[in-house]
């Protein structure tokens, strides 16, 4: 099985920055694709952000310029640096992972979610 551990999360005043942390822990090769999503209360999950094995990295239109999706492969580990925060970028994260768990087999693991809060 594969875990994933987020933290990270809090309140934050508008303007803030706040850094999510996914840590995979668990029976796995090795950590291929990544991404976090946000639900909103109210709103259906959304995609914000994905990170191939290689680094490349994808951002929602909303998250452009001001998130940056990252990884720490011997850490096993995924980050999302959050900077100038808006009161519309309040919800629940999820860090979700497409782990190698076997010869060409991959699982997709999501992460318990950690809640984000922007407001003054």
């Known amino acids: 099985q594969v875990q994933l551990v987020e933290s990270g999360g809090g309140l934050v005043q508008p303007g803030g920055s706040l850094r999510l942390s996914c840590a995979a822990s668990g029976r796995f090769f090795s950590i291929n694709n990544g991404a976090w999503y946000r639900q909103a209360p109210g709103k259906q999950r959304e995609l914000v952000a994905t990170i191939t094995s290689d680094g490349s990295t994808n951002y929602a239109d909303s998250a452009k310029g001001r998130f940056t999706i990252s990884r720490d492969v011997a850490k096993n580990t995924q980050y999302l640096q959050m900077n100038s925060l808006k009161p519309e970028d309040t919800a629940v994260y999820y860090c979700?992972?497409?782990?190698?768990?076997?010869?060409?087999?991959?699982?997709?693991?999501w992460g318990q979610g950690t809640l984000v809060t922007v407001s003054s």
């Open positions: 979700n992972v497409l782990a190698k768990v076997g010869a060409g087999q991959h699982r997709q693991v």
